[in-house]
């Protein structure tokens, strides 16, 4: 990378005005002396084709890391009332995947206030260290304590990479530790790979859906992602033969502006990240008479009913029963979707379902792709059947 400069013991008005009319981008302003805006793509035009002296590039020089002393891919341990969240599970599987090129050791990193409550069921899915911080302010999430005590493992341990749950509490937190170490933070990656040379390669969905963006921190560590619950399956358990490291937080800051008044429980509801079966409706439902049928097939199997961005848009239903990019990401056993289309967002937040069966009206669209059973035709004359045959299978009519 580099930047351009503007010799300005070199200008004159007449020089400026003229220097103006070079940029093809309106990037080249004169005020009282010539600056360069926003607008600047870095073509160059104006170092070959301006002033002689005026404009100059400069090429930025940087320190190199040594990415050697940089070693383990690290997953931080999110838990809850006692209870630890699966992502967690499901990031030390990919952890497991990653350090296959690298020959990293899988470290997880928990803070607490009794390390006995969680280090078994930790060291089961297949962690080398779990490196603990325990302290009796540790027992609720805290976002200062947390990037303190994250502040401290990262300059004694340096782990390559960290990953961290898509959850309130990981996209709150992350942050500040990217911050303290200026480093790149990528949130909700769909898809992470590593390179030999200790990169990770950070894939997430960008403008709205229609690509995927793909990230990589040459010269920056530790390396950091979220990751929303349910992109990566959960590994299976395995006996346990990692380490607990202890770390020494005698010495870390404890103090925080923040304190815990009280906890409530909320009211309990399924979240569809964590159904089995899935019924959802698309654009075609525009009633709740039509909703009302979908219902019916939903509670006929068991079933969670959800629906793609434009029902919730339209306020016919809630958005934590949205599937997608900007709702909830789901892997049922079995997802039958009803008037979808299989938009990238959409598709992007149920690739992990077991069985998909499809009902839609295109026989172009999207979601037949992804579908492991389809039946092209209108949904509000194909689902009465649906629901029948279902009734009559059950010995219901």
């Not at 080249?28 to 607008?39: R, V």
């Not at 395995?238 to 103090?255: A, I, K």
Request: charged share 25%; proline share 4%.
């Amino acid at each position: 990378m580099g930047k351009i400069v503007i010799n300005q013991n070199k200008v004159t008005p007449e020089i400026a005005k003229e220097a103006v009319k070079i940029c093809p981008f309106g990037a080249i302003e004169y005020t009282d002396k010539l600056s360069i805006n926003a607008g600047c793509k870095m073509c160059k035009l104006c170092v070959k084709k301006g002033p002689t002296g005026v404009f100059e590039f400069i090429e930025e020089t940087f320190q190199k890391i040594n990415k050697d002393e940089w070693q383990g891919v690290c997953v931080f341990v999110e838990h809850n009332n006692g209870k630890i969240h699966p992502v967690v599970f499901e990031l030390i599987g990919k952890a497991k995947e990653l350090v296959q090129v690298t020959h990293h050791p899988v470290y997880a990193i928990l803070f607490t206030d009794d390390v006995n409550k969680f280090k078994e069921e930790i060291l089961s899915y297949g962690v080398d260290k779990l490196f603990v911080y325990e302290n009796k302010d540790l027992g609720h999430f805290n976002v200062e304590r947390y990037t303190n005590m994250m502040t401290d493992f990262i300059n004694k341990i340096k782990p390559s990479v960290i990953l961290y749950g898509g959850t309130s509490i990981g996209r709150s937190f992350a942050p500040r530790v990217a911050s303290r170490f200026r480093t790149g933070l990528t949130a909700d990656c769909t898809i992470l790979g590593m390179k030999e040379n200790t990169d990770l390669i950070q894939n997430r969905p960008a403008f709205g859906g229609n690509i995927m963006a793909g990230i990589i921190c040459h010269n920056n560590r530790p390396q950091m992602a979220t990751v929303r619950y349910k992109i990566f399956k959960m590994p299976e358990k395995e006996t346990p033969h990692g380490e607990v490291v202890v770390m020494d937080s005698s010495s870390l800051n404890f103090s925080s502006n923040m304190k815990l008044l009280e906890i409530k429980e909320k009211n309990l509801s399924v979240d569809i990240s964590e159904a089995e079966i899935i019924v959802a409706i698309g654009r075609p439902f525009k009633t709740q008479e039509d909703i009302a049928l979908a219902k019916e097939l939903a509670d006929l199997l068991g079933a969670e009913l959800a629906s793609t961005r434009p029902l919730v848009e339209a306020g016919l239903m809630d958005p934590r029963k949205q599937i997608g990019l900007s709702g909830r990401t789901v892997a049922p056993k079995l997802l039958i979707t009803l008037g979808v289309s299989g938009a990238v967002q959409f598709a992007a937040g149920m690739r992990g379902s077991q069985v998909v069966f499809s009902v839609c009206c295109d026989k172009n669209a999207s979601i037949f792709d992804i579908a492991h059973y389809g039946i092209v035709g209108d949904v509000f004359k194909i689902l009465p059947k649906l629901i029948e045959e279902i009734k009559t299978t059950k010995g219901l009519i």
